[in-house]
């Protein structure tokens, strides 16, 4: 289960809709439905709305949904998650412009 499905369970247990949460969070209406992948500052966003939201569960799938302490999820947790998520979102682009140079190259290979 990937960090979309983990917050499309959080959702139905609060109980409101996907375009509740988006709002809520400040994200566009579509952005579960179309994320590939959710970069740091999404998950930043949902953290300090949902403080309660346990953000080992939501960024790595480990333990329960809701935090027990929130202060302390948020003072203790979120640096080294965000470090965390920061660097895949760098991961990402690497892999993005891996993909781009594939791409160009076969699109050499094809006119030749």
Do not use: H
Not at 89 to 109: A, M, P, S
């Amino acid at each position: 289960m990937g960090i979309a499905d983990r917050i499309k369970q959080f959702i139905e247990y609060q109980g409101i809709s996907a375009n509740q949460f988006c709002k809520n969070c400040g994200l566009s209406n579509g952005f579960l439905t179309n994320a590939k992948s959710i970069g740091s500052d999404k998950i930043e966003k949902i953290i300090y709305k949902y403080p309660f939201l346990s953000i080992e569960w939501l960024v790595l799938g480990v333990g329960e949904m809701l935090a027990k302490d929130k202060a302390q999820n948020l003072e203790k947790t979120l640096p080294e998650i965000m470090d965390y998520m920061r660097g895949k979102d760098k991961e990402i682009e690497q892999l993005n412009r891996e993909i781009g140079r594939l791409e160009e190259r076969l699109t050499n290979c094809k006119k030749d």
